[in-house]
Structures are given as structure tokens and as C-alpha cells.
């Protein structure tokens, strides 16, 4: 019987990108596209979004061009400023202190990962940098910010090789500082990953396994869950880009990047359930294609983003170099009937 299950377990054949277009996918088109970064091939990484409270229609993007640093762009897609940084893979941003802060997984030595921190000056669209500290041993790759509303502002550096580094960022002597306060594994390769500042939930992407749960408290167990698994037909590895479509005080849905058939799964916050999957085809703009990083506002971000943002990384963007796409949230609620 065991030489059976084992032969059994040999030949029975592995889930491939084929196995996902058995599955319902829906289509929508983007509306914008960001000007592509300057560097060739692997370059354009991953996006965040700064809301204006007072003008969202003058909102700006802050993504990585992963070869040479740090851009950012208006939502016209014009590229305002670039900030060389080197190798800078994920990033993400609070507002805290009356200031915008900026944080990027610094991979500049693969063997010593850094927490790169930066200001945004929002009416120059330009950034600066406060200093890198350092996140452990290993090659930084994901990251993400944690600010629960009245708590500490917090940032998540995810290492290559699987390893959750959380850190304290805050103010000594007039001086911004970042310590190492928790660490948690997963056991392969990682990256994406977003804390939920409402619920004080970190959700991060384990490549080829799935997306995982932790509490984002410094205090909660290291140990995580996962929720959503690889299964080559919802969710294809590569798991990239993870995000939040919040509603209300703890609804909304997850957002995933199925890099390997080039789409998008969502999930219900609530309980976890699938509530479907969708691709950015082409239109006026080209379609997307293996996405790394993505990022999604249910804010208004005036007249035709009234229901929100999403934007995407785009590993083909022929024949100029890889760019970022911009999306109606609206148009993915509709397409999935998401209620």
C-alpha cells in the first residue's frame, strides 16, 4: 500500500497555468499607465499610493524601478521625480507626524537586508532619505507598513529566504529611527505581504505555497495560518503582489497576484472566501502580464476613480521597459459582482 501511494504521489501530475483557465476569469481594462522606469528587463517592481485629502485628483504614485531606485508619479502617470536608491525591491508608505513616510526593503547586499526610509514632499513629489537600518541577516524582498489607528507605526521586511522581520520605526531626539521588534518564518521563498491597519492582520505571500495570516502587533504569536493556498487553478505561483480593498470598519476583500497565469484572485476578508479572479486585458492601454506588486485605495481619487484605485506592475510592457498600470476599483467590483 505505501509503495502504491508513493508511485501514486510521483505520477499524479502537478498543478500547471493550464489547469487555471478552468476557472471563471473575468476581463477589465486599464485607464492609465505610468511612464516605464528607466532601467531594461526586471526592473519595475512595486507601487504605493498617497492619497491627497484635499485634491485626490493630485494623489501620487511612489513605486521601485528595482535596478536603480525609487519613482514617482502623478495619477496622469507622468514621472514627477526619481530618487536613485539602488536596489530597492518592495515598498510602501504611511502619513505620521504630519509627514509622509516612505519605506523600501533595501537589497543593495544580499547578505544584510535593510529597512530603507524616505519622506515624501507632497507638493514637489520628491523624496528624501532619512537612513537604512538594518533588518537581519539575508536578502530583503518584501515589505509593508502596519500604522493601527492611536499605535506605533511599524514596517514588515520580508527576506528572500522566507524570514518576517518586524520593525518599530520612531522618533528619538529628533531623529527617526527603526528596531527590530519580532520575527517570524515561513519556510521558502517570500515576498508580498500587507497588514490591515483596522484589524491588526498582516497577510504575506509564501511564493509557491500561498498567502499566510499573523497578527501585525509586536506582541501576537509568531506563528502564522494559512489562508489561501497555491493550487494552480484560483492561485498560480508565483503568489506576488498582495493588497487590501478596505470597506468599512474590517470588510473588503484581498487582493492577489496569480503571477503565473498573469491574473488576479480575490478573497473576502471576512471569512476567506474566494470571490473570484480577473485579468487587466487590453484596451487602450496593453494588457498585464506576470505582475509583481500591486496596490489597491477604495478611496475616491475624483471625478472617474470615485470608487477607487488599483495598480499593477507590468512584466511586458514591449517595447518600451516595464511600467505600471492604473485600473478603476470600480470596474474589478463589477466585473465580480463583489457585494
Not at 477589465?28 to 517592481?45: F, H, P, R
Request: proline share 3%.
Amino acid at each position: 500500500m505505501l509503495l502504491a501511494t508513493l508511485m501514486l504521489l510521483q505520477t499524479a501530475p502537478a498543478a500547471t497555468a493550464q489547469d487555471a483557465q478552468a476557472v471563471p476569469t473575468a476581463e477589465v481594462k486599464a485607464i492609465g499607465e505610468t511612464q516605464a522606469v528607466a532601467s531594461l528587463e526586471d526592473a519595475a517592481d512595486d507601487p504605493a499610493i498617497w492619497r491627497n485629502p484635499r485634491d485626490p485628483a493630485r494623489s501620487l504614485i511612489v513605486a521601485t524601478d528595482k535596478k536603480a531606485g525609487l519613482n514617482v508619479y502623478d495619477l496622469s502617470g507622468k514621472l514627477r521625480s526619481t530618487l536613485p536608491a539602488g536596489r530597492v525591491n518592495n515598498v510602501d508608505l504611511r502619513v505620521w507626524g504630519g509627514q509622509v513616510i516612505v519605506a523600501a526593503s533595501d537589497r543593495n547586499d544580499k547578505t544584510a537586508a535593510k529597512l530603507a526610509l524616505y519622506t515624501l514632499d507632497t507638493r514637489t513629489a520628491a523624496l528624501a532619505e532619512i537612513g537604512r537600518f538594518d533588518a537581519g541577516a539575508g536578502e530583503a524582498y518584501g515589505l509593508c507598513m502596519y500604522a493601527p489607528r492611536g499605535g506605533r507605526l511599524h514596517a514588515f521586511v520580508v527576506h528572500k529566504g522566507g524570514t518576517i522581520v518586524q520593525m518599530e520605526i520612531l522618533r528619538e531626539g529628533g531623529a527617526i529611527k527603526a528596531d527590530r521588534v519580532r520575527t517570524m518564518r515561513l519556510a521558502t521563498q517570500s515576498e508580498g505581504c500587507v497588514a490591515d491597519d483596522r484589524t491588526g492582520t498582516l497577510f504575506v505571500g509564501e511564493e509557491d505555497v500561498g498567502v499566510w495570516r499573523f497578527g501585525a502587533n509586536p506582541r501576537d504569536p509568531i506563528a502564522g495560518e494559512k489562508v489561501i493556498a497555491v493550487d494552480g487553478k484560483r492561485l498560480v505561483a508565483d503568489v506576488e503582489g498582495v493588497a487590501i480593498a478596505a470597506e468599512g470598519a474590517r470588510g473588503g476583500w484581498l487582493v492577489v497576484s496569480s503571477q503565473g497565469d498573469s491574473a488576479y484572485g480575490v478573497w473576502r476578508l471576512r471569512d476567506m472566501a474566494y470571490a473570484g479572479r480577473f485579468r487587466i486585458a487590453a484596451g487602450k492601454f496593453g494588457a498585464t502580464s506576470e505582475t509583481d506588486g500591486i496596490e489597491v485605495s477604495t478611496a475616491s481619487f475624483g471625478p472617474g476613480l470615485q470608487g477607487g484605485l488599483m495598480l499593477a506592475q507590468d512584466g511586458d510592457n514591449a517595447p518600451a521597459a516595464q511600467n505600471f498600470k492604473l485600473v478603476r476599483w470600480a470596474d474589478v467590483r463589477k466585473a465580480l459582482g463583489l457585494k
